[in-house]
């Protein structure tokens, strides 16, 4: 089945310890996206990229890095940086960004502090 | 900048009641997009409708119904005979053009309980 898969379902992060979200795209899709949800709360931008090694920032970018380097994968990395990292981590994709197409989502990462 | 209000936080009915969700947005674009999503306790979000604001026709899905009004900037969906199946947050959106294609500005969300 086409889908997105995120990994993994729990995460949790030690002070100071850089990690990493994954997400795979199967719908051969050239956009992707990052959107952290906290309780209560809409979603919010964090990172996206129209297409293979080219990415933008987001409405929350600080303490966060992502790479594209293939089109189907789209690592989120959430620095140390990051203070207050935990969230509900939800990737996206959508077959290009300028037509705005509806974005597909994962299962989503829950990241939570140790 | 643009901004979607979700002016409830959280609606509770009946099974077979229907349901009104509130979305209210704001955007200086004459181009924009405007979604609806679900998204229920497992935590993925499923897409449920897409309109643009050329298009002020309201629209029925099943159970679903949309009331786009571009006057008041408004863009309503109501659930008709809710289930319990319906449970879960609903999340109105929108994206614009120029630097804003394809950047979904989410609302906060409302939440809806349907109890048997």
């Known amino acids: 089945d086409g889908g997105i898969t995120q990994s993994p379902k729990y995460l949790f992060r030690k002070e100071g310890q850089n990690v990493t979200l994954s997400c795979e795209q199967n719908?051969?899709?050239?956009?992707m996206y990052w959107y952290r949800q906290d309780p209560g709360q809409g979603l919010r931008l964090i990172y996206y990229?129209?297409?293979?090694?080219?990415?933008q920032k987001g409405d929350i970018a600080e303490g966060y890095s992502v790479s594209r380097e293939k089109k189907e994968s789209f690592p989120l990395t959430v620095t140390s940086a990051q203070k207050n990292p935990t969230a509900f981590y939800l990737c996206?994709?959508?077959?290009?960004?300028?037509?705005?197409?509806?974005?597909?989502f994962g299962d989503g990462t829950r990241l939570s502090i140790l | 900048a643009q901004k979607v209000t979700q002016a409830q936080t959280e609606i509770s009915v009946v099974e077979k009641e229907d349901v009104t969700l509130d979305c209210v947005y704001e955007?200086?674009?004459?181009?924009?997009?405007l979604f609806w999503y679900k998204q229920p306790p497992s935590g993925e979000l499923v897409f449920l409708i897409r309109?643009?604001?050329?298009?002020?026709q309201n629209e029925i899905s099943g159970r679903y119904s949309w009331n786009f009004q571009k006057s008041t900037s408004s863009f309503n969906f109501t659930i008709t005979a809710s289930q319990v199946v319906d449970s879960a947050v609903y999340f109105c959106?929108?994206?614009?053009?120029?630097?804003?294609?394809?950047?979904?500005?989410f609302g906060a969300g409302t939440q809806v309980v349907v109890t048997p």
């Open positions: 955007t200086r674009d004459t181009t924009y997009y």
């Open positions: 959106a929108l994206s614009g053009s120029t630097d804003s294609w394809g950047k979904l500005q």
């Open positions: 719908l051969n899709h050239d956009a």
């Open positions: 996206a994709s959508s077959m290009d960004i300028r037509n705005n197409q509806p974005q597909h």
């Open positions: 309109r643009n604001s050329f298009d002020e």
């Open positions: 990229s129209q297409i293979v090694n080219d990415f």
